[in-house]
């Protein structure tokens, strides 16, 4: 059975920082990209970051150099910190899984598997 498990979320001062972990099982995580996303009340679910199996990593414009993708292929995790935390950032994040070797995953690319989602809340 696949799992993808979010963790981490919470409330958090704007300017603060967050480290969300997402927990893998149920599949080979070395052959899976992993991607965290987020939505916001009323808006489309965007993807924040992505590493490829091979440790590629995409940021979306909006979050680049305040966040940080990781991966431990030993634990089946992948991690984002996110520091420099504003209220805009305040939304629900995913976990997700792509069966996709060596490319960075794309905004808009079709995700295997998806966690269900941790709340971050940023108050000003």
């Known amino acids: 059975q696949v799992q993808l498990v979010e963790s981490g979320g919470g409330l958090v001062q704007a300017g603060g920082s967050l480290r969300l972990s997402c927990a893998a099982s149920?599949?080979?995580?070395?052959?899976?990209?992993m991607g965290w996303y987020r939505q916001a009340p009323g808006k489309e679910r965007d993807m924040v970051a992505g590493?490829?199996?091979?440790?590629?990593?995409t940021y979306a414009d909006f979050v680049k150099g305040r966040c940080t993708i990781s991966r431990d292929s030993a634990k089946n995790t992948v991690i984002l910190e996110m520091n420099s935390l504003k209220p805009e950032d305040t939304a629900v994040y995913y976990c997700?899984?792509?069966?996709?070797?060596?490319?960075?995953?794309?905004?808009?690319?079709?995700?295997?598997?998806w966690g269900k989602g941790t709340l971050v809340t940023v108050s000003s």
């Open positions: 997700a899984a792509k069966r996709l070797f060596f490319r960075p995953l794309k905004p808009g690319d079709d995700m295997d598997y």
């Open positions: 590493i490829s199996t091979i440790g590629g990593t």
């Open positions: 149920g599949f080979i995580f070395d052959n899976y990209a």
